[in-house]
């Protein structure tokens, strides 16, 4: 989701929608923090962006393989990775 306030985009439990809104802010911008504790290590906004970016990109590159693959476009054989 994307936040109303720095309009970064950052994965879903990080983003909240502001009741009575169609709004929503980031776990960041709600406290007015810049690093927050997530599972016992010290991230800052920036690293939670940059590895969503990451996340999302290998995913719609899995997805471009599958669908190339049922069009019978190469490649022939799906890696065992996107499996």
């Known amino acids: 989701m994307q936040c109303s306030k720095c309009a970064e985009f950052l994965p879903p439990g990080f983003v909240t929608e502001v009741e009575g809104t169609k709004d929503s802010l980031c776990i960041f911008c709600r406290r007015d923090v810049t690093t927050l504790s997530?599972?016992?290590i010290d991230v800052t906004k920036s690293q939670i962006v940059e590895e969503y970016?990451?996340?999302?990109?290998?995913?719609?590159?899995?997805?471009?393989?599958?669908?190339?693959?049922?069009?019978?476009i190469e490649p022939t054989e799906l890696p065992s990775s996107v499996l």
Do not use: L, P, T
């Not at 999302?56 to 471009?64: H, L, P, V």
């Open 38 to 40: 997530h599972k016992g």
């Open 53 to 72: 970016k990451v996340a999302m990109k290998m995913i719609r590159e899995k997805n471009e393989i599958i669908k190339k693959a049922a069009r019978g």
